[in-house]
Structures are given as C-alpha cells and as structure tokens.
T-cell receptor, first 111, second 115 residues
C-alpha cells in the first residue's frame, strides 16, 4: 500500500521567516510527486516533480525531490500571511493517475 | 491548463435524501475521473476511480451502493450520495485525467452538510 508522510503536522512562523516542509513516501512504481496548497476550498496545484535533484521554483516557493531517499521538500522564503494554508504532498504510483495524499502540514504565518 | 468544473459548491440536505454532485472536464476528454473525500482537518482520501463507460472501482471501506458513480460520457462524471446521513457530511472533490492530462487538477469541491 502506498504511503505518504508529511512533517511537521503544523507550523507557526512570523512574516519573513523561511520554512521547509517535508514529505516522505513509500510507493510502488513511483511516477510523480505533487505539492498542493489548500486554503478553504479545493487544493491548488503548486509543483509536480518526477526527477531527482532538479529544483522547481515559483516565486518564493521551491521544491526538490530525492528519489533515492524517497522524500521531497517544499521551501517557502520570506513568508507572508497569505501563505497560511495546509500544504499537501501527494504521490502518483502504480495505480494509474490516482493520488495518495499525505496528512498535510498546516502553516500559519503571523504578521 | 486543464479545467475541471464541479457543481454544486455546497449543498445542505435532510437525512435520508440523495444528493448528486457533478464533475465536468471543460477542455479535454476525461477517460478517468477520481472522487476524493476530505473530512475536517484531515487529508484527501480517494473514494473511487471511474473510467468512461465502465463501472467505478471503489477503495476499500467505501460503500458502492451508497456512493453511486456514473461516468457515462468523456466530460461528465456524477457522484450520488444515496440516503445521506450526517456522517456523510464532508468535502467531496473530483479530478479528471485523459488526453495527456494526469488528473492532478481538482474541481472546486462540494461541501455536503446532512442535517
């Protein structure tokens, strides 16, 4: 059974801080790892990672995958209150394109 | 990018009634649609996978007679919660894959409250 574990469960920081969110996985026939941001509604897509060691970047957010150690990190620099959300990591494995989600990391950024 | 539309956004129904949720792929043909459920402060859990024109595959612990999934066309899948009870209150989200789109974009979700 595919498994995705995220840490920490929750995090409280102040604006301007840098945060690193972790995602480890065990999956049969790994295809890709995805990061999402979820506020009050459906998750919004951030990154899809398929290759080890290649950083994906979008503004203050970046992510990288290590397929040997089976983990990924999501970095957010110069955090803002608008970054407050639940960040979800998901993995696509053997069963087609269905996703297995981790439990999420709840990030709160205080002014 | 791929657009997936879900309707309604929220619904309140009485216990014992049925509720239908629609998921549409707007700009591609979705051969497969995925239905997820999310309880408060929990992550998304896959309920079922439906392929166009065939029966849905349900995950362990999901009652197929209670959560009826129909995927009769390449752009529409529906999830019907039959004889809804308060414990079915949840956030239901769909995604779709096909034509090179991998099902990684979600619909806007439906918040179901059963009273």
């Amino acid at each position: 059974e595919d498994k995705v574990v995220q840490s920490p469960l929750s995090l409280v920081v102040h604006e301007g801080d840098t945060v690193t969110l972790n995602c480890s996985y065990e999956v049969t026939n790994f295809r890709s790892l995805l990061w999402y941001k979820q506020e009050k509604k459906a998750p919004t897509f951030l990154f899809m990672l398929t290759s080890s060691g290649i950083e994906k970047k979008s503004g203050r957010l970046s992510s990288i995958l290590d397929k040997k150690e089976l983990f990924s990190i999501l970095n957010i620099t110069a955090t803002q209150t608008g970054d407050s959300a639940v960040y979800l990591c998901a993995v696509a494995g053997h069963a087609g394109n269905m996703l297995t989600f981790g439990g999420g990391t709840r990030l709160m950024v205080k002014p | 990018g791929a657009v997936v539309s879900q309707h309604p956004s929220w619904v309140i129904c009485k216990s014992g009634t049925s509720v239908k949720i629609e998921c549409r792929s707007l700009d591609f043909q979705a051969t497969t649609m995925f239905w997820y459920r999310q309880f408060p402060k929990q992550s998304l859990m896959l309920m079922a996978t439906s392929n166009e024109g065939s029966k849905a595959t349900y995950e362990q612990g999901v009652e197929k007679d209670k959560f009826l999934i129909n995927h009769a066309s390449l752009t529409l899948s529906t999830l019907t919660v039959t004889s809804a009870h308060p414990e079915d209150s949840s956030f239901y989200i769909c995604s779709a894959s096909g034509q090179g789109r991998y099902g990684y974009t979600f619909g806007s979700g439906t918040r179901l409250t059963v009273v």
